[in-house]
């Protein structure tokens, strides 16, 4: 696994296919709905949001069919403080390890998903125009949709090509909500580093 450290995010990318191990979690609430961050040895590898927890464990076992998930509130309470901040108020007190999948295409479109300043927004094909790829745009909407950290991989600022909320994998009302967050003066933007797993 390659790792990368910035002042605010230490990313760690798993080689394409691997499995993250054990995987625990935490579930909790914020004022978009109840949310679900989840933590392998490695890092934070999943945040989920839902209407409740029935829904969010059901996407955890979805994304991680192979993983063994043991709910883990306490242990991971600050954790899930962290993320709720950050989402709120697009903020954090300290570096957060995160264990990222996925191809080098999709970190590829994940990380200029991270160029969008928060409260701007872009199209697919803008999007895909950006890595160099201006003929990939299904693929760069496949890529999206395999984001599994929510907020924080900020495939919520993708609209369609007339401005339009597009679908978003954690309902379009949670994507307006967000938006509008960022646009009323939130606008700090993490940046994140991607580097291809070796």
Request: glycine share 4%; aromatic share 4%; proline share 3%.
């Given at each position: 696994m390659e790792t990368y450290t910035s002042p605010t995010l230490s990313l760690g990318f798993r080689t394409p296919g691997s499995l993250p191990g054990a995987i625990h979690y935490a579930i909790g609430d914020c004022d978009l709905g109840a949310i679900l961050v989840a933590r392998s040895p490695q890092g934070i590898c999943a945040i989920f949001l839902d209407d409740d927890a029935q829904g969010l464990r059901a996407q955890l076992a979805q994304a991680f069919p192979?993983?063994?998930?043991?709910?883990?509130?306490?242990?991971?309470?600050?954790?899930?403080?962290?993320?709720?901040?950050?989402?709120?108020?697009?903020?954090?007190?300290?570096?957060?390890?995160?264990?990222?999948?996925?191809?080098?295409?999709?970190?590829?479109?994940?990380?200029?998903?991270?160029?969008?300043?928060?409260?701007?927004?872009?199209?697919?094909?803008?999007?895909?125009?950006?890595?160099g790829a201006p003929k990939a745009?299904?693929?760069?909407?496949?890529?999206?949709?395999?984001?599994?950290?929510?907020?924080?991989?900020?495939?919520?600022?993708?609209?369609r090509s007339d401005g339009?909320?597009?679908?978003?994998?954690?309902?379009?009302?949670?994507?307006?909500?967000?938006?509008?967050?960022?646009r009323s003066g939130h606008r700090h933007t993490l940046g994140l580093i991607f580097h291809d797993a070796r």
């Open positions: 192979a993983a063994a998930l043991e709910e883990a509130s306490q242990s991971l309470q600050t954790d899930l403080e962290q993320i709720i901040r950050l989402i709120h108020q697009q903020t954090v007190d300290a570096p957060i390890m995160l264990d990222i999948g996925g191809t080098a295409f999709q970190r590829q479109v994940w990380a200029a998903l991270c160029d969008i300043p928060a409260g701007q927004t872009r199209t697919y094909t803008q999007l895909a125009e950006s890595i745009v299904r693929a760069v909407a496949s890529a999206c949709a395999a984001n599994m950290l929510a907020m924080l991989i900020p495939c919520h600022r993708i609209v339009s909320l597009s679908g978003y994998r954690w309902g379009v009302q949670r994507k307006r909500a967000q938006l509008l967050r960022e």
